[in-house]
């Protein structure tokens, strides 16, 4: 089994630059997949792979990885993009199995 | 434009067994793929439930494992999701997904359903 850790809030001025984080020991042999989601609506792709952006999410969004730790960085962040992140990755043991971080509320100021 | 559908029975009742199926349309799940349930409860986060490869290979969380099946009908383009004795616990919104493997390292829910409220209440 594995689990991803998260931090519940983030937030961050109109504008800047935040980096929203997730733990864990499987992220040291896969990489992290994010997911933004907004009151009410269905999860949406934002980063997967080593930073690879689906098409249509803006190229403020990116994604990076060290150690156990994989990173999701809204370079100049938007009213638009408060919502919940969450994180998630193959479990550790080898097998096809996955598993999501607890989510971190991101507040824009 | 891949797109999903959840559909199913909103109101459960506890002991009895949960049953949902995903219509997908704008793709041929025997093409390819894993395919995915997830669900939230209530104010709550994501928990991956389990995912059928095209094939039909399945892989269940752990800790579900003992009342999950996940199963594909390639005929009618869909696939579904049965949990057995639900109780409180397993009210939430339930999701299903396509998951997209880029390598082995590598993955992504691409494409998600706008997901249904299931409530386990007598």
């Known amino acids: 089994s594995s689990e991803l850790t998260q931090d519940p809030a983030v937030s961050v001025a109109l504008g800047q630059t935040v980096r929203i984080t997730c733990q864990g020991d499987?992220?040291?042999?896969?990489?992290a997949s994010w997911y933004q989601q907004k009151p009410g609506q269905a999860p949406v792709l934002v980063i997967y792979?080593?930073?690879n952006r689906p098409s249509g999410i803006p190229d403020r969004f990116s994604g990076s990885s060290s150690g156990n730790t994989a990173s999701l960085t809204i370079t100049g962040a938007q009213a638009e993009d408060e919502a919940d992140y969450y994180c998630?990755?193959?479990?550790?043991?080898?097998?096809?199995?996955?598993?999501f971080g607890g989510g971190t509320k991101l507040t824009v100021l | 434009q891949v797109q999903l559908q959840e559909s199913g029975p909103g109101l459960v009742k506890p002991s009895e067994t949960l049953s949902l199926t995903c219509a997908v349309s704008?793709?041929?799940?025997?093409?390819?793929?894993?395919w995915g349930w997830i669900r939230q409860p209530p104010g709550k986060g994501l928990e991956w439930i389990g995912s059928?490869?095209?094939?039909?290979?399945?892989y269940y969380n752990p800790s579900l494992k003992s009342r999950v099946t996940i199963s594909v009908d390639t005929s009618k383009n869909q696939f579904s999701l049965k949990l057995s004795s639900v109780t409180a616990a397993d009210t939430a919104v339930y999701y299903c997904?396509?998951?997209?493997?880029?390598?082995?390292?590598?993955?992504?829910?691409?494409?998600w359903g706008q997901g249904t409220l299931v409530t386990v209440s007598s």
């Open positions: 997904a396509r998951l997209t493997v880029t390598s082995p390292y590598s993955d992504g829910f691409d494409y």
């Open positions: 792979g080593k930073n």
């Open positions: 059928i490869y095209h094939s039909g290979s399945t």
């Open positions: 499987s992220l040291r042999s896969y990489y």
């Open positions: 704008g793709y041929s799940i025997s093409s390819g793929y894993y």
């Open positions: 998630n990755s193959r479990d550790s043991s080898g097998n096809p199995l996955w598993v």
